[in-house]
């Protein structure tokens, strides 16, 4: 079935500098790719999607492209802000499993002023 | 712009009693679904449904039903809660488009079995 892996976290970085958090997926068909992201105590709040090969999301200085080759879909920002701060997950829905979206395990980033 | 509103926000029960949980989708979305996070976890996929049908099933216990009303929103029954039944529960919604859109998530029910 469709699956998401995650780089492990904590990720701990200072302010402005480069993030990179990976993701690769196993699916079968053409699935649609997304990214997550869950400050504390809140719901879980669409960052940016993808829903074809070689298409880049974009939102709030954050991007990823979804690479079909590699089935990868990291998640960079070139200079991250202490806001930054919070869980962020990798998901896919779509392909053959239908509309659900099925999560990475989430990666917890923490950005020390 | 609305969003996904779940109630209540907190909850707590003892052991074998019965909670529900409600959820009213962003207007204009016909799908609904619903997700349990454990602390420390990715929400994993419970249920959905469309135009008040059933549309896809996770790894929802036998003890939980729901089912999704003619104005759209959603119930989650829970019944004989069990200590492992605390967590957040989510509800999404999205329009059904015959394409992944993503889903949009309420803030969450947290609910403590004690």
């Known amino acids: 079935g469709n699956s998401v892996t995650q780089m492990e976290g904590p990720v701990t970085l200072s302010e402005e500098a480069f993030l990179t958090i990976n993701c690769t997926y196993t699916a079968t068909g053409y699935p649609s790719l997304f990214w997550y992201v869950q400050y504390p105590g809140e719901g879980l709040q669409l960052l940016l999607k993808?829903?074809?090969?070689?298409d880049k999301g974009s939102n709030k200085g954050f991007e990823a492209t979804y690479r079909k080759e590699t089935t990868s879909f990291h998640l960079e920002k070139g200079s991250v802000q202490v806001s930054d701060s919070a869980v962020y997950f990798c998901?896919?829905?779509?392909?053959?499993?239908?509309?659900?979206?099925?999560f990475g395990q989430g990666t917890r980033l923490t950005i020390n002023p | 712009a609305a969003g996904v509103i779940q109630s209540p926000r907190h909850l707590i029960k003892e052991k074998r009693e019965t909670a529900t949980l409600k959820c009213y989708p962003i207007?204009?979305?016909?799908?609904v679904y619903w997700y349990q996070q454990g602390p420390g976890q990715d929400p994993q996929f419970l249920i959905s449904f469309y135009e008040k049908m059933q549309s896809d099933k996770g790894s929802i216990p036998d003890r939980f039903s729901a089912q999704q009303f003619s104005d759209y929103h959603s119930e989650l029954n829970m019944s004989s809660l069990e200590l492992g039944d605390s967590a957040l529960y989510f509800c999404?919604?999205?329009?059904?488009?015959?394409?992944?859109?993503?889903?949009?998530f309420g803030q969450g029910t947290r609910l403590t079995v004690v």
């Open positions: 998901a896919l829905s779509g392909g053959e499993g239908a509309q659900k979206l099925v």
């Open positions: 993808a829903t074809k090969a070689d």
């Open positions: 207007p204009r979305h016909d799908t």
């Open positions: 999404a919604s999205s329009p059904w488009t015959g394409a992944p859109t993503g889903a949009f």
